[in-house]
Each structure stands twice: as structure tokens, then as C-alpha cells.
């Protein structure tokens, strides 16, 4: 998520517009499709993240090194997508043997991609990974609406110095409402608009933490497969942050979707 404050100007809003407009139907059709077809979306953009994370750190893809790096997060999906989960978290764990900080792109990736397959998987799963995705997105362009036009006091000026509080507050918002809307397909408003707010911070932690690397790395972008938006580590930043969250809320609701969790925990929903 890039969110900058007043006078950072529009000139990339037709980018992120023209991206969006190719990108959201595809996800909405593979959300709704599931099956084969979501699950080599999120395995290709798993791979993808590996790649983006080995170039960014000095890795040559195409040394032998570098593409097992590369397919090392799909070969966890594919152990997922055969219910072997404790496999699939034992690979990204095993993933320490390419050092440090390679290895935490193998956690970012491998921990974000099973977690998006975890949740289709349960019960009105097409609907809990929708409500992921689209929390995470109403913060990510509240954020960025409300920066540009409220600007104000910096967020973290030492990590990301384009994020201000009023985008923050923007996108902090714009996630309790959406959450509350698409939670209303299931007559549980406030239970996600609580959990919506929580993604939504989340996904905000998630966007500074990638920031800060990416400053640590000198680089402005982790890519630029997608115009407007930079690369696959950019533009789900946040949601490589929320989707763990929900998968474990989803532990603790039973058939119910992650939403409920919150309002039971506290005696407000049996």
C-alpha cells in the first residue's frame, strides 16, 4: 500500500485504476470458482513473492539455488492442497536452510498462500477469503484517498514517509465499514466491523513492516509486475498480514465464519 499525504499528487491514481480493473475480476472469478483454479492462482503467486523476495535480496533465480527458492512456497501449497498441513508449515520451516533473511520471504510467502488456502477451504469459504480481501482493499484505498486529501502529521516519517495518520484513520475506517457490509450477508454487521477494524490494522502493520524493509533495501518497489502498484509484495502487503489472522480466528469459529469469533469471545454471541 502506498499512501502518501497531501501534494504527493494523483499521477499514479490511473495506474492503480487501470490495475484494479484487470486484477479484481480475475481474483472475484477465482474466489468464486475455487477448485483448480483458485488454487493455482494463489500457488503462482506464491512462487511469485519468492522471486520478487530473491531479487530484492541478491539471489540469481536461475542458479540451482534460486529456483528451488523460487519453488520452495509451492511445494508447501501442494502439500496443503493434500491436507497434509503439518507438511506444508514443516517446508516453510525448513526454509531457514536458505539463511535469515531469505528465509523470512519463504514465511511471508508460505504463511500468507496457506492461509488463503486454508480459508477457501472451510465452510462458505468463498465468502470469508472475499471478506479478507475485500477489508484489506477498502484500507489500502481509504488510506490513500484520505492521505492525499487530508495530508497532515507523518505516520512513521523514518520508515515510509508518504504515510500519514490521517490515511491511517482513513483506512481504519474504510476496513470497520466493509467489514460490516459483507458480514451482513451472514446478519453479523458489528462482528465484522470488529474484525474488519482488526484485519484492517493488520494490514497496516503489514504495509510499514514491508516498507521498512524496503527502505532497509534501498529499493522504492519489490517489483513491477503490476503497473501502478509495483510488484506481488506490494500490492498484498497487508493482506500477507490479515489472511494468517482470520485463518486463526477461523480455528476458534467452528462452522461459523472468522467474524464471529470476537462478539463469542466476549459473551455477546453464543
Known amino acids: 500500500m502506498n499512501v502518501a499525504g ?15 480493473a484487470v486484477l479484481v475480476p480475475l481474483a472475484l472469478f477465482c474466489i468464486w470458482a475455487g477448485g483448480v483454479v483458485y488454487d ?7 512462487a511469485g513473492m519468492a522471486f520478487e523476495g530473491a531479487a530484492l535480496l541478491g539471489l540469481p533465480w536461475r542458479s540451482w539455488r534460486g529456483i528451488l527458492f523460487v519453488v520452495w512456497p509451492a511445494v508447501a501449497a501442494v502439500a496443503a492442497l493434500r491436507s497434509e498441513w503439518r507438511a506444508a508449515f514443516s517446508v516453510v520451516g ?25 480459508l477457501r477451504g472451510l465452510p462458505h469459504g468463498a465468502l470469508q477469503v472475499l471478506f479478507v480481501i ?3 482493499m477498502a484500507s489500502d484505498t481509504c488510506a ?11 505516520l512513521a516519517p523514518s520508515i515510509s514517509p508518504g504515510k500519514t495518520w490521517s490515511g491511517s484513520g482513513g483506512g481504519f475506517v474504510g476496513a470497520v465499514l466493509l467489514g460490516a457490509l459483507v458480514a451482513s450477508a451472514w446478519a453479523d454487521p458489528v462482528g465484522g466491523a470488529v474484525t474488519g477494524g482488526l484485519l484492517g490494522i493488520f494490514a497496516q502493520c503489514g504495509d510499514l513492516t514491508e516498507s521498512a524493509a524496503k527502505r532497509r533495501l534501498g529499493v522504492k518497489d519489490s517489483g513491477a509486475l503490476i503497473p501502478g502498484h509495483g510488484g506481488l509484495l506490494d500490492r498484498f502487503d497487508g493482506l500477507l498480514a490479515a489472511a494468517p489472522l482470520a485463518a486463526l480466528l477461523s480455528l476458534a469459529a467452528g462452522t461459523r465464519p472468522f467474524w464471529s469469533v470476537p462478539l463469542r469471545a466476549v459473551g455477546i454471541m453464543p
Do not use: N, T
Not at 6 to 20: E, F, N, P, V
Open 94 to 118: 525448513a526454509g531457514l536452510l536458505f539463511g535469515g533473511p531469505l528465509w523470512i520471504v519463504q514465511i511471508v510467502a508460505g504463511i500468507g498462500g496457506l492461509s488463503l488456502l486454508w
Open 144 to 154: 490513500y484517498v484520505a492521505g492525499r486529501l487530508f495530508g497532515g502529521p507523518k
Open 40 to 46: 493455482a492462482l494463489i500457488v503462482l503467486v506464491m
Open 134 to 136: 475485500v477489508v484489506v
Open 6 to 20: 497531501r501534494g504527493g499528487g494523483w499521477r499514479d491514481l490511473r495506474l492503480r485504476l487501470i490495475s484494479a
